[in-house]
């Protein structure tokens, strides 16, 4: 059950239409800043199929301008 | 993945990703999280007993760096076996609420405004001197709490009592356990249950007397159902006035009118006369028996007084005396049918049973809550069951400490560590111990709670400082305490943690420190004290209720009898306090004990526990054979011949509902603690009035709608609640009291029972409308 | 026998009765009749003679309380009744074969009735009886799977809301969106017991859905065997937080 979390960055201007888009994502948790245009994401897929999945629905998100990885674990 | 484990590996990601954010951008801020100290990995644990109720379960603390972070249960301790309820589990979250008192007030034209403590402290003790020196030493008076720690405790009662010299001092257990205490007192001289929890797993039958302890003493209950399911046999019989959650849970639910659990307990006893079920070897033996007087009054005027007086009888007296209390008669006037009376006297009085009856408020805060109390004593009695594993008659303690600091250290009017003022023996022992002159200790009681916040209002009593309890929400008939305590020339010093409606009214006040901020004691219902030390730091200027009243008797000129260190003082006044219960039948644990173990029964002798009094077997202070009431001259336990008497104010036609007030299972009394906890003012966010379904049906209120309660003191708007948390049965409502924006205790009444002067918050008459 | 108000002694206790007091029942009805003959002189004397005039007597007559029903508090009554029912080994069932995944792709929105997975026909045409497994749970050897207990046996007209999926296709496409489910471990600090994460209408019997080998195996409770859990577990009902008013 791989899970990641991340500082992910949104595209000048979109923080709230990002929240929503990674909101919407199945496997995700996040938490906005206050006073900061980033939020903490959290993800947690079954296996390592639906990460690969994840992560192509990551890159289809036009909101999203970067992820920056903060800590991973994957069950051996 | 288990489920624990995923969530920690979360909480890793979680924290991995805000610790470098705060890195890549100083200063940002995450909802719900801390801007500075995040928690890190490490957690180490503190015990401590929990702030809450009178079942006094045992926590361990997680402090990460100087915050409490989260809670367990103690599995090392006896008492709840690391179980906890939802208030305990989220217990540490009541030190964080954003508004908390941490800098002084004090109120200048008109206006609390926040002032050095040094000044607060200078100006209480030169407010005390003066209204001692314009107007007695009986114009001072000191208001604590069942909440108390023990040194709390101690050090008010060796400051008013032993030095300033006046009896003014009391608590709010006065209005919680003191019907107890006397039930104590009449029934075998000595205050504190004979039993302990392990009766608990030894019991075939659990009685529940007018106490809904499923939401009251959760562990206790769980503890209860835990022995029906491994037993199977086992039967929890709810006696009450209400249907509720233990109603739920229980094997039998008996509905019973208001007041009528005298005449039903008589009953009782008549029944297991009638079929020879009493235990006459135990009788013959071990008991005597008694009556005192009886048309005793309400205590509603100002200076009652009442003095009962006891006269021996035989056991043809109290036979005779039963026949009144037949289980048809009492069917008559209690709603119990005559049945269901027999029912439970053949509980009591199968030899094979063991039962053990609970009771908490609906005993205690009753106009007749001694005679109550002896009453289920009887019922023990007259079978011999008591004072062996499993049969018990078990009063429960509604507050952590009321047992451990105010009937323990004596902090009412007529008490002293140990014994009474009225007798010079125990005047002489406080004296000495004290160091003080013994003409210091006034042998004439003052002013139980009741009367002293009348003498306030007239002006008997000039000046008040209240610890750790909130009497602007509390006292019955709230009004006229209210305006009293807020008259010209009446100086209120309050010690609170958050702002409340008596921090509101006061001059001064005090910023304490809250429970595992400083060392403690605590004591519970089963004679179990725990210490905690000191887990996290005291913020601000937040200083502990025992060095407050520290520092205000060294300005008052008190220096050589309170002249501990910071560092050592509540080990220090721990040693001096128990030298006054040197004694095989109250003996305290040493310090170092405590401070070691999840708590320690007192007797403590030989370095044993003793679990059950009264009986050789397990109490070195008892001689003889079988059983020694040595609390009594004649050691024996005294039945007492009490009758039926009605409630100070029964519902008639102008007020027709029965008024009944409690608690909820995540509120803790006014709230002050618990409302600031967000998952427990997030399952019940406000008070209400539950109503009988039928009664709001034939009003036209349905669930939500708002309703005037009104009596003939006053009125307060609540929305009513229909099948809800509890039921009513017809013509009776039920507020519970946790909520300071719907004062219901400006419609109850100031009644009490006259040999105890324990308040009756259970019954008055009320009427309703629509609002 | 539980919390049955007004319950006649007359009827079979729980467990084997004592000989005495299984017998005392018939007995007592005599000794009470002649006890009535005997005795009526004597309460009258007693009461004549009797100190002050006998408050028991002069009171009013209170009618017996009628017994009140304990489905209050969203059915809290069905969590001890349940609980004590049943056995150890159900309570300690722990299979796997349930996830949260398949249990919310029933659904149309946290809460909504799921529909049926399997077929509910027999062989030869006639409906199941959707009680016979669903009420108590255990194992189907012919779906060979653990079945999930119902939070609400009350309700029996169980095709009103639970429907089975025919075909696969839309009718027309769909804009629906709902909110996300309730997510796990929402505890207020770690280790707390987490609060109920979801409305409790029809849903207030915690051991049908978190304890037992039917259950999703992400929401099974690893302390099955406590009986009280509203004594740890509250709902989440308010959004807010506490404001203190001062009035003063």
Not at chain 2, 91 to 96: A, E, G
Not at chain 2, 589 to 614: C, H, I, N, S
Not at chain 3, 157 to 178: A, E, G, I
Not at chain 3, 224 to 245: A, I, Y
Request: aromatic letters at 10%; charged letters at 25%; one cysteine or more.
């Amino acid at each position: 059950m791989p899970v990641f979390s991340y500082i992910a960055y949104p595209e000048p201007g979109t923080k709230e239409q990002l929240l929503k888009d990674l909101t919407a994502l199945k496997h995700c948790e996040v938490m906005p800043s206050e006073n900061t245009d980033v939020l903490v994401l959290v993800t947690d897929t079954p296996d390592e199929a639906q990460e690969k999945v994840l992560q192509e629905k990551f890159k289809k998100l036009k909101s999203l301008q970067s992820l920056g990885m903060t800590y991973g674990h994957t069950d051996e | 993945m288990s489920i624990t484990r995923r969530a920690f590996i979360k909480s890793l990601a979680l924290n991995s990703a805000v610790a470098a954010a705060s890195t890549l951008f100083p200063g940002i801020i995450f909802a719900g999280w801390e801007k500075t100290d995040l928690p890190s990995g490490m957690i180490d644990w503190k015990k401590t007993p929990c702030r809450f109720c009178g079942t006094g379960c045992g926590l361990l603390i997680g402090v990460s760096g100087d915050r409490a972070v989260a809670v367990k249960g103690d599995p090392n301790c006896s008492v709840n076996k690391g179980l906890c309820c939802v208030k305990g589990y989220h217990s540490v979250q009541i030190l964080y609420g954003k508004d908390r008192i941490q800098k002084a007030l004090i109120r200048k034209n008109g206006k609390l405004v926040e002032a050095p403590l040094k000044e607060a402290l200078d100006l209480v003790a030169s407010k005390m001197q003066e209204t001692i020196e314009k107007q007695g030493k009986d114009a001072v008076s000191i208001y604590g709490s069942g909440q108390w720690s023990i040194p709390d405790g101690y050090a008010a009662s060796k400051l008013f009592k032993g030095c300033i010299g006046t009896n003014n001092v009391e608590a709010n257990a006065r209005v919680c356990m003191a019907s107890a205490v006397t039930g104590f007192f009449t029934s075998f001289g000595l205050d504190e249950p004979m039993g302990c929890y392990e009766d608990i797993d030894h019991a075939d039958v659990f009685i529940t007397w007018g106490n809904n302890m499923a939401e009251m003493h959760p562990v206790l209950f769980s503890r209860m159902l835990a022995n029906r399911k491994s037993k199977g046999h086992v039967e929890i019989i709810d006696f009450a006035t209400r249907t509720t959650r233990s109603s739920q849970a229980s094997d039998k639910s008996i509905l019973f009118k208001p007041q009528t659990d005298l005449a039903v307990a008589n009953a009782i006893c008549y029944e297991i006369i009638r079929n020879n079920w009493v235990n006459k070897d135990f009788v013959s033996k071990h008991v005597s028996f008694h009556k005192g007087k009886t048309n005793i009054g309400y205590g509603t005027q100002d200076h009652f007084k009442f003095k009962d007086k006891a006269e021996t009888v035989d056991f043809e007296t109290y036979k005779k005396f039963l026949e009144d209390y037949t289980p048809e008669k009492v069917e008559k006037i209690s709603g119990v049918s005559a049945m269901d009376i027999r029912y439970l006297a053949a509980l009591y009085g199968d030899p094979d049973k063991k039962v053990t009856s609970f009771w908490c408020m609906g005993m205690n805060q009753h106009t007749r809550g001694t005679w109550i109390n002896n009453l289920v004593y009887n019922i023990h009695l007259l079978v011999g069951k008591i004072s062996t594993p499993g049969n018990s008659p078990f009063s429960l303690t509604g507050q952590p400490s009321a047992c451990g600091t105010v009937r323990e250290v004596g902090t009412l009017t007529h008490k002293l560590p140990h014994g009474v003022v009225m007798k010079e023996a125990h005047r002489k022992m406080a004296a000495k111990i004290w160091n003080v002159p013994e003409k210091n200790i006034d042998p004439k009681p003052t002013y139980h709670t009741v009367e002293m916040f009348r003498a306030l209002d007239r002006g008997d009593i000039r000046f008040m400082w209240i610890q750790v309890t909130n009497p602007m929400v509390t006292m019955p008939n709230l009004r006229r305490y209210r305006d009293g305590a807020k008259k010209d020339g009446r100086f209120v010093v309050v010690s609170e943690i958050y702002p409340t409606p008596t921090s509101d009214i006061a001059d001064v006040v005090l910023p304490s420190a809250l429970w595992i901020e400083r060392e403690g004691f605590f004591g519970n219902s089963e004679r179990r004290t725990q210490h905690n030390d000191q887990i996290i730091p005291m913020p601000g200027d937040t200083m502990c209720n025992t060095w407050q009243l520290i520092e205000v008797a060294r300005r008052l000129g008190f220096e050589k009898q309170f002249p501990w260190s910071r560092e050592t003082y509540i080990e220090d006044i721990w040693n001096e306090y128990t030298r006054f219960h040197d004694n095989p039948k109250h003996r305290m644990a040493p310090y170092k004990e405590l401070k070691a173990r999840a708590g320690v029964q007192w007797p403590f002798v030989d370095g044993m526990e003793t679990k059950w009094r009264y009986n050789p077997k397990y109490d070195p202070a008892a001689k003889g054979k079988d059983f020694d009431f040595y609390g009594k001259p004649d050691n024996r336990a005294w039945i007492w011949m009490r009758p039926y008497e009605p409630a100070a104010e029964s519902p008639d036609s102008d007020y027709p509902f029965w008024l009944n007030t409690g608690r909820v299972l995540e509120h803790w009394h006014t709230g002050s603690m618990t409302r600031r906890v967000p998952i427990l003012h997030k399952a019940m966010p406000a008070s209400y009035v539950e109503i009988n379904p039928k009664d709001a049906d034939s009003m036209g209120i349905t669930n939500g709608s708002k309703v005037k309660i009104i009596s003939r003191r006053g009125s307060v708007e609540m929305t009513a609640s229909i099948n809800g948390r509890g039921n009513p049965p017809k013509g009776m409502v039920f507020v519970p009291f946790f909520d300071e924006n719907h004062l219901i205790n400006e419609v109850t009444l100031d009644a009490f029972c006259p040999i105890s002067k324990q308040v009756d918050y259970k019954k008055c008459a009320v009427k309703l409308e629509r609002a | 026998m539980r919390g049955k108000t007004g319950e006649s002694i007359m009827e079979k206790p729980k467990h084997e009765p004592m000989h005495e007091p299984g017998k005392k029942p018939g007995k007592i009805f005599l000794i009470f009749a002649g006890l009535c003959v005997m005795a009526l002189p004597f309460i009258v004397f007693a009461a004549i003679s009797y100190e002050s005039p006998s408050i028991v007597a002069a009171e009013t007559h209170t009618p017996l309380i009628e017994s009140q029903s304990l489905d209050f508090d969203h059915k809290g009554n069905t969590i001890f009744e349940t609980h004590d029912q049943t056995s150890k080994e159900y309570i300690e069932g722990i299979s796997t074969d349930r996830t949260l995944e398949a249990f919310y792709m029933l659904r149309q929105y946290p809460g909504s009735p799921p529909y049926i997975p399997h077929k509910e026909l027999e062989a030869d045409g006639v409906e199941m009886e959707c009680l016979t497994c669903h009420a108590k749970g255990g194992w189907s050897a012919e779906l060979k799977g653990n079945t999930p207990v119902t939070p609400h046996p009350e309700q029996l007209s169980c095709r009103q809301c639970h429907v089975k999926m025919t075909v696969d296709s839309l009718f027309v496409d769909t804009d629906w969106m709902s909110i996300m489910p309730p997510k796990l471990g929402r505890s207020h600090l770690p280790g707390a017991p987490p609060p109920i994460a979801h409305d409790l209408q029809a849903r207030g019997n915690c051991i049908a859905c978190h304890v037992g080998p039917g259950t999703v195996s992400a929401i099974r409770v690893d302390h099955p065997t406590r009986g009280n859990c509203r004594q740890c577990h509250v709902p989440d009902l308010h959004p807010g937080l506490f404001q203190q008013e001062s009035t003063f």
